[in-house]
């Protein structure tokens, strides 16, 4: 395939989302090349997170197109999970199976969907635990696991399928304090590798340090997206302003 | 005593053919209940509506009437059907031991139902998300993530269901199956001792809902496994 | 092989009848079987072993017992016995009504007592120990502050174990009383038309069961209307 950045791999085009009455998503045109380190913030209720479910239809769009690594998602189940192999999503909740130890949260979908069989997968899960620093918490489950912990196990679950793109859900909102530098040196790691990132968070100084751009949304629109050093020296728009000195102050 | 001995190869064998139904009704009970569960929670409401006929009905009709229903009923009907090409056939029956299994499975699924809808709405959403998100298909999600984590909430009710349905076995003598019931019955007509005779019985069924009570405690404790050990 | 309605017409006063003893059982099982039932749950929870252990014993077997073999225990089982034969007891041990009542009544019970003691658990200890800080003696506390708050907590299973007392009813068919399975399984075993009498037996059944569902609700409602904010 054309290795070039040529076409985005993701392209969101007048994408709107409607829960009852409230409209979550107006308009939203966005679109993503690969090797692109994109965050998403915004206030709470901003829809950033409905905007990022649309990708992986979690949540259904009302109107507009999303395209994936050329696919369009509609409501075809082939369709549907064509664009769920391509992209990989770890959640604020790190919702991994607790009936399963750390190895087998990872086998399970490389079994069934890569259809790899046991010995394949298991040495895929191990070889990816161990990009994550946790191999030694291999046959543990879930809960005796800590935070930081699960979510990296989070991260290599959805990392070891080979997405095109992989999505952050506020990856760190639920971590206390000291975990979240555990899961943010593997994330940077990552990206350092070249993945292609999706990412929702309130972590500015990784926004920061890390993004390639950064998008603001506000009231389910994209108010802006800039470089970080322009986004958070020469903000435009007052809303963006007035989030970013309330982010900013502590 | 010299009496009893007599008899301890029947009762054995009529235990055996006891917990040979239960066997095959348990069996048909979680089908049923898984069925009726997906039914509940689906999106379509015809399927709602004819799960909740069925819990309904099943459980506001007496287990005695549902089995006569359904053995005599079977019965007429088939004999009718069968008649037309043979005319000389007197009676043709559902034999006792797969009508009566099939109609207590019948009744203590619609209960199951209940149990495993309640269980099924217990599984962590987000759970089932992530395995969506990883492009697990609806039916190998059910099988391996919603399935998995349910049966552990179910289980406490369930066990409860798994001894009325050894106590149901008991009905399906009404309609004819040899079991330790008929057992008492024939070894009263011989020995005079009716009181002993059916205390045996129901000693019988006192161990094996003993032994059942204490597997499912056993499997109660498997089941949590995964939960302990927290940091 | 037409449904014959006309047949359900004709058959409707004998069932009936049938339902007369169908009723009848049901109050006097539930009476006796609450009384026993209460009896149970206090030796139960006395403390004394000599007391609790026979309690818990009879709870186990008659749990762990089909009714069905109960009840022929009982019917077909207690005429072996002379001094029971000669008993007082012996012209109500004689007759079906009088097995059936008996049988379901002491089943019963053993439930009731499991489910009161369910009640009596579930009380907050929280509130033994205000009693207690206020000076209300042992008897004082169980009888004004646990119990009401126990049958609140109990009302559901107990409303549960009710119904399925209606469906027990008809095993007393077996023993050839005529209570509303019996008079059907006779009508049926005439007539040879089982699906008709049967279903219009169960239809009467599921009325009266969602007669007493209703009534269970309209009493929880007013019981808990303290716990409403």
């Given at each position: 395939m054309n290795d070039n950045n040529q076409e985005p791999i993701i392209i969101l085009q007048d994408v709107c989302k409607f829960f009852g009455d409230f409209q979550a998503l107006r308009n939203i045109n966005l679109q993503v090349k690969k090797g692109q380190r994109i965050v998403v913030c915004g206030p709470s209720g901003s829809g950033k997170s409905t905007m990022i479910r649309c990708i992986n239809r979690l949540e259904e769009h009302d109107s507009g197109k999303i395209i994936v690594s050329g696919r369009e998602l509609t409501s075809t189940v082939k369709d549907i999970d064509a664009v769920r192999r391509e992209v990989g999503m770890v959640f604020q909740n790190f919702n991994l199976f607790p009936h399963l130890t750390a190895i087998k949260n990872l086998m399970l979908a490389l079994k069934l969907v890569r259809k790899m069989n046991k010995s394949q997968a298991q040495e895929t899960a191990m070889r990816f635990l161990e990009r994550v620093r946790i191999?030694?918490?291999?046959?543990?489950?879930?809960?005796?696991?800590s935070g930081g912990q699960q979510q990296r196990v989070a991260i290599a679950r959805a990392l070891c399928m080979n997405p095109e793109v992989m999505l952050f859900d506020e990856p760190t909102s639920a971590l206390d304090p000291e975990m979240i530098s555990e899961v943010l040196d593997v994330m940077i790691d990552l990206v350092n590798d070249g993945l292609t990132m999706i990412c929702v968070t309130h972590e500015m100084g990784f926004a920061r340090s890390v993004a390639d751009s950064i998008v603001f949304m506000d009231w389910g629109e994209i108010v802006e997206m800039k470089s970080p050093d322009e986004f958070f020296e020469n903000p435009e728009s007052e809303r963006t302003k007035l989030f970013l000195s309330q982010i900013l102050s502590h | 005593m010299a009496d009893l001995s007599v008899w301890w190869d029947d009762y054995f064998w009529g235990a055996m053919t006891v917990l040979k139904v239960f066997g095959v009704s348990v069996i048909m009970t979680v089908i049923f209940g898984l069925i009726g569960a997906s039914a509940k929670l689906s999106k379509s409401r015809i399927a709602h509506k004819i799960a909740s006929a069925y819990t309904i009905a099943f459980r506001g009709t007496p287990e005695l009437l549902v089995l006569l229903i359904f053995y005599f009923g079977s019965a007429i009907t088939l004999t009718s059907i069968t008649h037309i090409f043979s005319p000389e056939t007197q009676f043709v029956d559902i034999p006792p031991f797969w009508a009566g299994s099939f109609a207590i499975a019948l009744i203590v699924g619609s209960y199951a139902t209940e149990t495993f809808r309640g269980a099924f709405l217990g599984v962590d959403p987000g759970v089932v998300e992530a395995s969506q998100a990883l492009g697990i298909s609806n039916v190998h999600t059910f099988f391996y993530v919603r399935i998995p984590q349910m049966w552990r909430l179910a289980l406490p009710s369930f066990g409860n269901h798994m001894l009325s349905l050894m106590k149901d076995t008991a009905l399906i003598s009404i309609i004819g199956l040899e079991e330790i019931l008929f057992v008492a019955e024939m070894a009263t007509a011989v020995t005079y001792k009716p009181f002993l005779m059916y205390m045996i019985v129901a000693l019988i069924y006192l161990s094996i809902t003993t032994v059942i009570t204490l597997v499912v405690m056993g499997l109660e404790k498997i089941a949590n496994r995964h939960l302990e050990g927290a940091p | 092989m037409t449904f014959e309605f006309l047949l359900i017409l004709e058959s409707i006063p004998k069932m009936l009848a049938g339902l007369g003893i169908t009723i009848q059982l049901l109050f006097l099982s539930s009476f006796f079987g609450l009384c026993l039932g209460i009896i149970l749950l206090l030796m139960r929870i006395s403390g004394r072993w000599y007391l609790s252990f026979p309690a818990f014993m009879y709870i186990y077997f008659f749990r762990g017992t089909p009714i069905l073999v109960q009840i022929f225990v009982i019917y077909h089982g207690f005429p072996q016995f002379e001094f029971i034969r000669e008993s007082i007891f012996w012209p109500i041990l004689r007759e079906p009504f009088g097995c059936a009542t008996l049988s379901l009544s002491l089943n019963s019970a053993a439930y009731v007592s499991e489910i009161l003691r369910g009640g009596y658990l579930g009380v907050e200890k929280g509130l033994h120990e205000a009693g207690m800080a206020l000076g209300l003696s042992k008897y004082h506390r169980f009888f004004f502050v646990t119990t009401p708050i126990a049958v609140r907590l109990a009302l559901p299973a107990y409303s549960n174990d009710f119904i399925s007392m209606i469906k027990a009813?008809?095993?007393?068919?077996?023993?050839?009383?005529?209570d509303m399975t019996g008079v059907a399984r006779t009508i049926v075993s005439k007539t040879f038309a089982p699906y008709e009498i049967f279903i219009a037996a169960a239809i009467i059944y599921l009325i009266i069961t969602w007669f007493f569902q209703r009534g269970f609700g309209l009493f929880e409602k007013r019981i808990s209307r303290y716990t409403i904010r």
């Open positions: 191999p030694e918490q291999a046959d543990k489950y879930p809960i005796q696991l | - | 009813t008809a095993l007393a068919s077996t023993i050839t009383l005529m």
